[in-house]
């Protein structure tokens, strides 16, 4: 069996702090070689029948050479990093759905790509990455959500002699359209007075939407018998308005739930309010103000043949309904006051 040695300047290496030979002397380590060391190493191998020598020259570049000294000595094998994909600066995604950002890059040798969120590095398993040809290739699917938003950088760097950087980023807005989310608004309410009105509001979008609740053009507050809570789970928010003891008097109407985004979407409920009260005997009911009245004049002064005559009173709680051709809408007149004798009410339309 040959004997392997090897040598380097004359003198035979044995295994020490720089040098480590293994695989049956068939290898040779050389760690943190400096400049000195540059040169020819012999692999000898003998036996009784004969010698054999291999020799490997080895040059040492001083770190002291830059970038620009190297390209001077003409090492046309270095190239620095260089893009030759990169995703857009701005790209907008919708909730819940998935962009693909790409992200590649060439260079001599092949770069390294990391790819960070907000300064944050995003682990490699989080993104693909493929070689093709002198290409390094990475591919980042980002999923619209709440989290989701925010500038993504994409690095590259290569590291001969000098460390060569080159990055890229891009500013990703998740959005989803401005959409009502709650039950049927249109619906009315019918209540007795003293009750608690209580009505919800959903709108679901993102940026999330601001809701509001108004009541014949006026905005509503917390104030008073008036409470608004709201509540929001991912992007959907909810408004909660509530009137205790409501009156017929002030609060019967239509009160309309605004969701404001990018655009603006109003819905409306209507309340009912039924007076619960009676009235004591020569007394008439006002059904608008939930109040009583005389209605007997002829116990103040003489009536003709002893009746009294009283005109009726007739309101709409709606003035104005707008809806689509093909719709159905239900119209309502109030008899505040049903007169004496009795009124008679009919309909009309365009004089009939």
Request: hydrophobic share 35%; proline share 4%; charged share 10%.
């Amino acid at each position: 069996m040959a004997t392997i040695q090897w040598t380097f300047a004359g003198s035979v290496i044995t295994n020490n702090s720089l040098f480590l030979i293994t695989e049956g002397s068939t290898r040779l380590d050389i760690t943190n070689i400096t400049t000195s060391y540059s040169g020819a190493y012999h692999c000898n191998a003998s036996n009784v029948a004969g010698a054999s020598v291999a020799t490997i020259n080895v040059d040492v570049q001083g770190l002291y050479q830059t970038w620009d000294q190297l390209q001077n000595l003409n090492y046309t094998f270095i190239k620095p990093p260089y893009f030759t994909v990169t995703p857009p600066h701005n790209v907008s995604v919708r909730y819940i759905s998935a962009i693909t950002l790409n992200c590649s890059s060439g260079g001599v040798p092949l770069p390294n790509i990391t790819w960070f969120k907000d300064g944050i590095v995003i682990p490699t398993d989080q993104y693909t990455s493929s070689n093709q040809s002198d290409t390094l290739i990475t591919m980042l699917t980002v999923v619209g959500s709440l989290t989701s938003h925010g500038y993504y950088t994409c690095q590259a760097i290569n590291d001969l002699v000098e460390r060569r950087v080159i990055s890229t980023t891009v500013n990703v807005t998740v959005f989803e359209p401005l959409c009502y989310a709650g039950i049927d608004p249109s619906s009315s309410i019918t209540l007795n007075q003293s009750d608690t009105f209580t009505a919800n509001c959903s709108f679901s979008g993102l940026p999330l939407p601001v809701v509001s609740w108004y009541f014949l053009n006026k905005f509503l507050s917390n104030i008073g018998r008036v409470s608004i809570t709201t509540d929001t789970q991912d992007i959907t928010v909810t408004s909660t308005l509530r009137i205790r003891n409501v009156k017929k008097s002030t609060d019967e109407g239509v009160y309309h739930c605004i969701g404001i985004q990018a655009s603006t979407y109003n819905v409306s409920r209507s309340l009912y309010i039924i007076c619960n009260n009676s009235c004591e005997a020569g007394y008439t009911l006002n059904t608008t103000t939930c109040t009583c009245s005389l209605s007997n004049i002829c116990e103040l002064s003489p009536c003709q043949n002893g009746v009294n005559y009283i005109v009726p009173n007739i309101s709409v709680p709606v003035s104005f309904v707008a809806l689509l051709t093909g719709s159905s809408v239900t119209l309502r007149c109030v008899l505040n006051e049903v007169g004496n004798p009795m009124a008679t009410i009919q309909w009309t339309f365009a004089g009939s």
